[in-house]
C-alpha cells in the first residue's frame, strides 16, 4: 500500500514536471515569437542612434561603395566576444554619407530610418523602415507607401514618435503603422520622450505635451537669455540640453525649476550625451595638438575629466553613443590604419580605457559583375 502510494506521489510529479516543462517551452517560443525590445535612450537619440547594443551584440552601418560608384548603407550585427557578424538589412544610399540612425528593436523587428544623412545640412530620411534581425531576409519593409521628411524617431511599448520636418508636426502611431495621430504643431529643434511626457524646444522656448497628446505647456521661456535649445536630453528628473551657438551645456529640472544655462562652457561642442547624471562630450581642438577630444563632467564639478584624449590624434570625432560602461562614435584616425577607411568605429570604456578600432565605416569593394 504504500509503495503503490509512493508511486503515485512519483507518477504525480513526473507528470506535474512533464507540464511545468511545456509551460516553460511555450513561453519561450512566445517570447521568440514575439520578440525582444531594446529602446533608444533619450541620450543616444540625441546623438541619432547610429548604434544599438543588445548583450554582446552591436547593430551599426557600413557603408559599401562600389567602383561603379554605386553605395550600400548596409546594417550589421555583430558579437563583439567573437567578432562573428551578419548582415541584417541591404540598403542603397544616394552617397557615401548615409548612415541609419535611431535604430531600435521592438517585437521582433529592427525599426530605422534609412539613409539619415551624416554630415549633411539635411538630416532627414524619407522613410521608416523595419526588418528581422535574424539576416533570413535583408531587404527591409517601408512602413509609408508615400515618402516623408522624418528627422527624429523614438519607440517604445510598440508606439512610434516621430517628426516630419516638412510638415513641423510631431506624429505618434503604432509600429506597423496604423493608427497613426498628430501630436503638436510645432518648429521643433530637440526632442526628448520620457514614460507620460514629451518634452521639445521651439526657438526660445521649452515646452512638454503628454504622449497621448492635448494642450501644449510651457516649462521655459529662455528668451531671457539671448539663446534657444537645439539639442535636449531626460535624464531623469533634469533635461539637459545645448544651446544654438553649440558653446554651453544646461540643465533644467523638468518641472521647469533649478536652471543652470552653464554647467559647461567652450568654444565649439560637437555632441554631448548623459547618463545618470554625468555629462559626456565632444570638442575639436583640444590642447596644443587642436585633434578632436572626448570629456565628461558632473553638474556639481568644475573641471572636465580627459576621456578619449587628443593624443589618440583623431581628426574628428562624430556623436557619442553611452551603452552600459561604454562609449561608441565614429572617429578619423590622422594616421593610417589596418582599417582601409578614412573613418572607423571606436569603442572605448567611460573611463577612457581600451579605445580601440572595431569595423571600418566605409569599405570599398569590387562590383560583382566586374571580369577578373
Not at 44 to 62: C, H, P, R, W
Not at 92 to 110: P, Q, R, S, V
Not at 267 to 274: C, G, L, P, S
Not at 300 to 311: A, H, K, Y
Request: hydrophobic letters at 35%; aromatic letters at 14%; proline letters at 3%.
Amino acid at each position: 500500500m504504500f509503495k503503490i502510494f509512493k508511486n503515485k506521489i512519483k507518477i504525480k510529479n513526473l507528470i506535474l514536471c512533464v507540464v511545468l516543462l511545456a509551460a516553460v517551452i511555450f513561453s519561450a517560443a512566445a517570447m521568440s515569437s514575439c520578440g525582444k525590445s531594446v529602446a533608444l535612450t533619450s541620450g543616444n537619440s540625441a546623438n541619432y542612434g547610429y548604434i544599438l547594443v543588445d548583450g554582446n551584440f552591436v547593430y551599426y552601418t557600413k557603408i559599401l561603395t562600389t567602383d561603379y560608384g554605386d553605395f550600400y548603407s548596409n546594417i550589421y550585427r555583430r558579437n563583439m566576444n567573437t567578432g562573428a557578424e551578419i548582415l541584417i538589412a541591404e540598403i542603397e544610399a544616394d552617397t557615401m554619407y548615409d548612415l541609419n540612425a535611431f535604430l531600435t528593436l521592438d517585437g521582433g523587428y529592427l525599426y530605422f530610418l534609412p539613409n539619415f544623412a551624416h554630415d549633411s545640412a539635411s538630416d532627414s530620411s524619407h522613410n521608416i523602415y523595419r526588418v528581422k534581425p535574424n539576416g533570413k531576409n535583408t531587404t527591409p519593409e517601408a512602413l509609408f507607401r508615400e515618402d516623408i521628411d522624418c528627422t527624429f524617431m523614438h519607440i517604445s511599448n510598440g508606439i512610434i514618435f516621430y517628426y516630419d520636418d516638412t510638415e513641423s508636426v510631431l506624429y505618434r502611431m503604432k509600429t506597423d503603422g496604423t493608427k497613426r495621430q498628430p501630436l503638436v504643431e510645432a518648429f521643433i529643434e530637440g526632442i526628448a520622450i520620457g514614460k507620460d511626457t514629451i518634452y521639445y524646444s521651439e526657438y526660445e522656448m521649452l515646452m512638454s505635451i503628454s504622449v497621448n497628446g492635448g494642450e501644449p505647456v510651457e516649462v521655459y521661456d529662455f528668451d531671457d537669455y539671448d539663446f534657444y535649445i537645439e539639442h535636449l536630453i531626460l535624464d531623469g528628473e533634469y533635461l539637459f540640453y545645448l544651446d544654438d551657438t553649440q558653446s554651453r551645456i544646461g540643465r533644467i529640472r523638468i518641472d521647469g525649476r533649478d536652471n543652470r544655462p552653464s554647467i559647461y562652457e567652450y568654444a565649439y561642442i560637437e555632441y554631448f550625451n548623459v547618463s545618470n547624471g554625468q555629462i559626456y562630450f565632444v570638442v575639436d581642438e583640444y590642447g596644443s595638438s587642436g585633434y578632436y577630444a572626448i570629456m565628461s563632467i558632473s553638474p556639481g564639478s568644475r573641471n572636465p575629466r580627459l576621456v578619449v584624449s587628443d593624443r589618440a590624434e583623431l581628426g574628428y570625432i562624430s556623436t557619442v553613443a553611452l551603452w552600459g560602461n561604454s562609449i561608441y562614435f565614429i572617429g578619423m584616425p590622422s594616421r593610417e590604419t589596418i582599417m582601409d577607411s578614412d573613418e572607423l568605429w571606436f569603442i572605448a570604456g567611460t573611463d577612457g580605457s581600451g579605445l580601440t578600432p572595431f569595423q571600418p565605416l566605409n569599405v570599398y569593394i569590387e562590383d560583382e559583375d566586374d571580369d577578373d
